[in-house]
């Protein structure tokens, strides 16, 4: 079977937090009034995204690993490494840590650990997150937050819609509400509550916190990792690389035209977060719109992108 381009359906999660903006923004059909996110493309167990085009429809991307390993990497990745989420924080999230590979699999039944990065598609006037702490020492952490002493010990950082941040393992952080991001993570569902705002369920409950956890991966002191983009322009393709680290690499690419392009040494993951166009290979051509998220086969070879439109690119470090 000759590779193809993978289009999928997204897995939809309600949250405390969640809004409506995933449908009005782009078209899904959502289950809820409290949608927070969408899981775009994704192969973890509490979250699987279904192929939703082509000979392979319906396949999860386990399955395409078994069947095509080739399609995804040179070397065997046994489990698919990546997932792409779409939130929507119709409230604030929760403040909350996660944490790195060793540690997930000694404590979290040998799941990944989770670093992420946002790109933030829409803000409200005002909007922000809390990214990072004050802490100095882990005593001094621990004291704050037995002490409930929030306000002092988070930092809050101002954004609006094109910002980037990275959260490496180990960074305190949460979305604030009226914000809108596609995240690209590690394939992990690990997160450690540090504070949820007093907040209660429909049934009354306030949510589980993980402090203990909390204070024995957060980071100390907090060390902001700084993302300067490189603009390379293609002429009818611009690519702006935010960050190239050990999990990802995540780009922003603005098309405007036709740009004949060249599969990558590993798989690259495109959401079209704006306009419109098409994807055209060898063996045909699909067509592309916002809110459209899918994967490009390392062996798919030549290909030419046409349109006008916006998308994040994600793939593994060369």
């Not at 403040?95 to 060793?102: K, M, T, Y």
């Not at 993980?210 to 603009?231: E, G, I, M, N, Y």
């Amino acid at each position: 079977m000759n590779a193809y381009p993978l289009l999928f359906s997204p897995s939809y999660h309600e949250r405390i937090w969640g809004g409506k903006r995933l449908e009005s923004f782009f078209g899904y059909p959502i289950p809820g009034e409290r949608t927070g996110e969408a899981w775009v493309i994704s192969d973890h167990p509490n979250g699987k995204s279904p192929v939703a085009n082509g000979v392979y429809q319906g396949k999860t991307i386990q399955d395409l690993l078994d069947l095509h390993p080739e399609w995804f990497a040179a070397r065997n990745l046994g489990r698919f490494p990546l997932l792409v989420k779409l939130l929507d924080a119709d409230d604030d999230l929760s403040v909350q840590v996660h944490p790195d590979d060793e540690f997930a699999a000694v404590h979290e039944n040998g799941e990944l650990g989770k670093a992420e990065c946002w790109y933030v598609v829409h803000a409200e006037p005002n909007a922000e997150i809390i990214y990072g702490h004050t802490a100095l020492t882990r005593d001094e952490l621990r004291e704050m937050v037995a002490e409930g002493r929030w306000e002092d010990l988070l930092v809050r950082v101002p954004v609006r819609a094109g910002d980037f941040f990275y959260i490496p393992h180990g960074t305190i952080h949460a979305l604030g509400k009226g914000i809108v991001v596609l995240e690209t993570q590690q394939s992990s569902d690990v997160t450690y509550r540090a504070y949820d705002y007093d907040r209660v369920d429909a049934a009354g409950r306030k949510r589980e916190l993980h402090l203990d956890k909390v204070l024995q991966v957060t980071t100390v002191p907090f060390r902001k990792k700084d993302v300067a983009a490189a603009v390379v322009d293609h002429g009818s393709l611009q690519v702006t690389r935010f960050i190239q680290e050990s999990y990802f690499t995540v780009e922003k690419w603005n098309l405007q035209g036709i740009f004949e392009a060249q599969s990558k040494e590993s798989f690259t993951l495109l959401s079209v977060i704006s306009g419109s166009g098409s994807l055209t290979w060898a063996g045909g051509e699909q067509p592309l719109q916002k809110g459209d998220h899918l994967l490009i086969p390392r062996t798919l070879g030549q290909y030419t992108i046409c349109g006008e439109w916006e998308a994040i690119a994600s793939c593994l470090p060369q």
